[in-house]
């Protein structure tokens, strides 16, 4: 790997703008450049962390227990919390369950869901509110904010210097978690972009100790944070050491820390990292040698001028592979496509209200909200009368004629999947809110609605619908988070192609033309699961249903028929544009 300074390294595999990693090593949290920490995370109940947490919680129960005056706890209790935790689940070695119960403790005291008082470890009135009323989902946050403050020792060096790590360590796994990688990836990353970090796990007197850098790394960074906190998936060494461990990003990451600004497409640092840094532009440097050959320059400004032109022109030519689009304004729709307003403008509001299953039902929310709301379940969902009363008017509405959504079936808020991914979009939209246990509609929906009626309430839900809501949380495929970042390019292909009624499979393969990378991305994630087969197929199906189904059609932006091809004993679609696609998206210059 070739060796570069820690300022340039920090850009190369982070992949953000200089300016954009300093305000976000600044201050991580803040919504505004850092990552976009929510007020409650969804499918938080099976993380190690929220386990641990609950098992404390039952153990406490009303009265709490006794503490120390070092403030330990008794045998028994650590082993009546050990049982908690480990019932109905994998028998865990005593060292490791007392050590999650140890960092678990010591999170929940500085996000003060818990305290020492008067002799005894207990539950403070705001933990027993959120998690007895709010829910584990609003626990997570606080635990999340509690880890960025540092609560738990020792305070040595290196502990110091790798926990300062954390937002870098998130920064990676968002750019290349999506693929199961070797943690040597990180650590190699980690020991360029911290070199400070390295020199801090060495012995006095001696050389930089990077063994030890990178075993207190994968310790502390990537298991005790990353996986603890569910944000990855482990596969350790195997048997014979012939395989190093290996991690894949969870959806967790994206619903918990999403990033706002933008970032770097992995591939050239892929392409580094096996390799010589020039290697990513040996193509480039290939025809700019051509060209220089066939030119004479009187002055180097002469030839500056040439480079630039050059370039420009490059970047600037439509190719094949997008689908006409140049380099550049397939990077601008892939990075910023709100800002890149030469090449797509999101009209707002729309000029025609499109008859979209997700606005039907915020609407319909709304309504049933009024000025009173709805009381929220234990877990936070809609209650089940509201929710089955709004799924018969849904079925009534012809939105669904898909048999395995029979009315019978759906009892909770979850089980009406539609409705239940409406709730959480308005709600990252910020169109309702939840508020002592009851579900609200906000200030910003009323002026929404007073000012432009049911087209108001359409541009939140289609921003937070494609930058916040994670398209992967629920079909069991892998990440993909490339078929989400391309919504842009999806759309420009249902604006060109969508006049008249064509097979899904149209749509994919002109995705795939584009990011063939999908494909390799889903081998490594089936690679150690032997049962797993077609990974060019599994990105086909993914794409289509997420893509068509569950965003142009569940957004009113298309038509869309179902069936099975017995031939291939496989889903097929048909897809068409609807007229709002036009009145929602505009793309400019573009045929």
Do not use: C
């Not at 609003?138 to 300062?164: K, M, S």
């Not at 994670?470 to 842009?488: E, K, N, R, V």
């Amino acid at each position: 790997m070739t060796a570069v300074g820690a300022s340039d390294a920090r850009v190369f595999w982070t992949g953000l703008a200089v300016t954009d990693l300093r305000a976000l090593e600044r201050a991580p949290l803040d919504p505004r450049h850092g990552f976009a920490l929510p007020d409650r995370v969804e499918g938080v109940e099976g993380v190690p962390l929220v386990r641990t947490l609950v098992a404390i919680a039952e153990v406490l129960g009303d009265d709490g227990v006794a503490v120390g005056t070092d403030g330990s706890l008794a045998r028994e209790t650590l082993e009546a919390m050990g049982a908690a935790l480990t019932s109905g689940a994998p028998a865990a070695s005593a060292g490791a369950a007392v050590e999650a119960l140890r960092l678990a403790r010591a999170l929940a005291e500085a996000a003060g869901l818990i305290e020492r008082r008067q002799g005894r470890l207990r539950l403070t009135v705001a933990g027993r509110r959120v998690l007895e009323v709010e829910g584990v989902e609003a626990a997570f946050p606080r635990l999340v904010r509690a880890w960025a403050r540092r609560p738990v020792g020792p305070r040595t060096r290196l502990a110091e210097a790798l926990h300062a790590l954390w937002p870098l360590t998130v920064l990676l796994l968002h750019r290349f978690g999506g693929r199961w990688l070797s943690v040597r990836l990180y650590v190699d990353a980690m020991a360029e972009i911290a070199p400070a970090a390295v020199a801090a796990a060495s012995e006095p007197g001696e050389d930089a100790g990077f063994e030890a850098f990178a075993n207190a790394y994968v310790a502390e960074s990537l298991l005790r944070f990353g996986a603890f906190f569910g944000l990855v998936e482990v596969h350790l060494d195997d048997d014979d050491g012939d395989e190093d461990a290996a991690i894949l990003t969870t959806p967790l990451l994206a619903a918990a820390l999403p990033l706002i600004v933008p970032q770097a497409p992995a591939a050239a640092a892929f392409e580094d990292w096996d390799g010589p840094r020039e290697n990513a532009a040996t193509a480039v440097n290939r025809e700019l040698s051509a060209a220089l050959g066939e030119q004479a320059f009187e002055s180097d400004d002469e030839l500056r001028a040439f480079v630039g032109d050059f370039m420009m022109r490059r970047n600037a030519a439509p190719l094949d592979e997008f689908d006409g689009l140049s380099a550049d304004r397939m990077h601008r729709l892939l990075t910023a496509p709100f800002e890149a307003h030469d090449v797509l403008v999101i009209v707002d509001p729309p000029r025609k209200v499109p008859e979209a299953p997700l606005l039907h039902l915020v609407l319909d929310l709304a309504e049933a909200l009024g000025d009173a709301g709805l009381k929220a379940t234990a877990t936070g969902n809609l209650p089940r009368a509201y929710v089955q009363e709004a799924a018969a008017r849904y079925r009534a509405a012809g939105w669904r004629a898909d048999p395995l959504d029979a009315l019978e079936r759906i009892r909770t808020e979850p089980d009406f999947r539609d409705l239940h991914v409406a709730r959480h979009v308005a709600r990252m939209a910020g169109l309702v809110r939840l508020h002592r246990g009851r579900w609200h509609l906000t200030q910003a929906y009323r002026r929404a609605i007073a000012r432009h009626g049911a087209a108001g309430a359409y541009p939140p839900l289609f921003r937070a619908f494609v930058q916040r809501y994670a398209w992967s949380s629920a079909d069991g495929y892998p990440d993909l988070s490339i078929i989400q970042a391309s919504w842009a390019f999806s759309l420009l292909l249902l604006h060109r192609y969508g006049h008249g009624w064509r097979d899904g499979g149209f749509y994919a393969d002109r995705f795939l033309r584009a990011y063939p990378v999908a494909v390799d991305e889903v081998e490594d994630a089936y690679r150690y699961l032997a049962w797993k087969k077609e990974p060019e197929r599994a990105v086909r199906v993914a794409y289509e249903l997420r893509v068509l189904e569950r965003f142009a059609a569940f957004l009113g932006l298309a038509d869309v028929e179902r069936g099975r091809d017995p031939a291939i004993d496989g889903r097929v679609l048909r897809v068409r544009a609807t007229p709002a696609l036009a009145s929602v998206v505009g793309f400019v210059g573009l045929g």
